[in-house]
Structure formats: C-alpha cells, structure tokens
C-alpha cells in the first residue's frame, strides 16, 4: 500500500539503498518507487489500491494510464535533479514585504531586503483601498525594478467585477499573478477574471478544500498558477494527486505557505514535485514568511533567495518541546498566565 511506503518514508527516514535516511531518500526513493511499483501493477491491483494516490473521483481529468506515464517520465533525471536540489535548493518567494498597513518607508526598506536577500519574486496583499494599493505597488515596483517579479494578494475580498476593474487599475504595475482574486469555489468566476486581466496570472488554491475542485479548476481553464496548502486538504496523499493533476495540464505548482509550520511542510512537496513529477523549477515558487520558525526543531533554511533542502529524517513537523509545553491550551504555561491575567482584570 502506497500510504504504507509513504509513512515508512516520512517516520523512518529511509532511503532507496537502504543508507542514511534523508528526505530525499523518503520522497524520491521510497514514495517514488512505492508509487511507480503499484501503479506498473495495475492490472492486478485493485482499484481501491490506485485510489490511495488519486482516487476514481478524479479519472475524467486523470487516467491512471496517464498518471503511471507521468511519473514514468518524473523518473528520468531524478538522481541529477536531487544533487541540483541539494546543491541549490527551491525557489522561494517573500511576502515579508508585502503587508497590509506598512507604511512607505517599511515598504520600501523590506522590499530592497528581499531584493538583496536574493528573492526573485515579492508579494503584496491588496484591497484595502484601490487608491493605496496603487501608490503600494509603485513603491514597491520603483524599489525591487521591472526583473524582480511581484505578485498581489486579495484574500478572496472581490466579486468578479470588482476583481477585474481592481486587477486593471493595478496593470501598470506588472503584478505577476493575482492570487484569491475572488471565492475559491468560483470555478467559473475564476476563469472570467483570467480571461480579463490577462497576461495578468491567475492563482488560488490556498483554500480549496480537495482534489475535486482543483480538477475544476483545471478543467476550466481558471487558474495559471496551483497553489496547494500542506494542511488544507486530504494529507500528503491527496497532494500528491494535484501534483499529478497539475503535471497533467501543465500549469506550475506554487504552494501557499506563512503559517505556522506551513512552510516546513510544504517544502517537501515542493521537492518531490520537482525531482519525481514535474521536473523543473522555471515558474515555482515557495512562499517564505520570516516568522514562527523558531518553534520547529528542523525549521526552514533559506539561502539566496531558495529554501534549502531539509536531509532529517521526516516531514520536518516536530515542535519544539518547550514550545509545546508553553502554548498548549489551556495547560500551556502562556495561557494560564493569559488566563490569570484576564480573571485579575474582571475582579477589578
């Protein structure tokens, strides 16, 4: 059973020649050889099994004839694309910079950091007031200049209209994609504002609840950029499936990341996409926020501008225990000091 490899993957760390456990080991050698293994079975396999990967519920975007032929392909070069990896790390984008209620000199600083840090991309969030998300994005754009790529952001806020005329009064500006233009359960909304603002990208993902809706998605030509969240839908196994989707219909995988312990997670994914499905990194991004890594014992390392590969053992989701001992509620030792706070405050 594919999810059985996973977890021997993910627990134990172990590697495709039985060496030192890495996440490399995990993910393109024992992940990778558990799936291509079932899936060169397929006849004799039964369906349920093929399903732990990416169910009969997506077989009308995805056949496993041409989910086994994928990954087939993900196999060739992998070793190469694994020391690239190890060498060079992944892409990251920052969106440090890019916050709700900074003023211009915050901006302007954090911008020409993530610049120096070696980020290649920023990113914005917007909708505040189109006025202020006009002069924003100039700041912005005159500090990081015209190669630096620079996305937006707005939280699901607009209504397709509203969205196109925000999207073109910000044009200007060459924002690379808007992300969460509107509902993510809007397919077809999506797929109107794409039609509207391009060559303005379209990308949302962040909050869409399974590999069902991602295949909407994809079907009707909505997004232009999957943005998969560690923790949003079914696991490791029904991301593995919209990387699959995604291979199928060429659109780029850049996962949504910031939370706590989102980015350590993700990156994983990230990796496996790159050296077993999709094989390249042009147009993929990480998302980095600088904060909360503290709290993790293998926390993400970004170097020029790429997370750098993680080689422990595991999903890189191991809190620290004085963390844990701190902010559990309600034992935690932060919240029972909160809670005594706020019992002082009504007694008085």
Known sequence: MIFTVFAAAVIGGISLDGGKGTMFGALTGVLLLGVVQNLLTLAQVPSFRIQAIYGGIILGALTPEEALEILRKGREGAEARTSTLLERGFPAYTTSAGWLGYDDETLTRLAAEAVADGFRQIKLKVDADLEDDVRRCRVARSVVGPDIRMAIDANQRWDIDEA????????????????????????????????????????????????????????????????????????????????????????????????????????????????????????????????LHDHFLDPVMIRQGHYTAPTAPGFSAAMRPESIARYTYPGGTFWVADLAADKKGQAA
């Not at 990230?270 to 094989?279: E, H, T």
């Open 164 to 291: 196109i005329r925000w999207i073109k009064a910000l044009a200007e500006f060459d924002p690379y994609w808007i992300e969460e233009p509107t509902s993510p359960d809007d397919i077809l909304g999506h797929a109107a504002v794409r039609k509207a603002v391009a060559p303005v990208k379209v990308a949302t993902g962040e909050h869409v609840q399974n590999r069902v809706v991602f295949k909407q998605l994809l079907q009707a030509g909505s997004v232009d950029i999957v943005q998969i969240d560690a923790a949003r839908v079914g696991g490791v196994n029904e991301n593995l499936a919209i990387l699959l989707l995604a291979a199928k219909f060429g659109v780029p995988v850049c996962p949504h990341a910031g939370g706590v312990g989102l980015c350590e997670l993700v990156q994983h994914l990230s990796m496996y996409d790159y050296v077993a499905v999709a094989g390249t990194t042009e147009d993929r991004v990480i998302e980095y926020v600088d904060h």
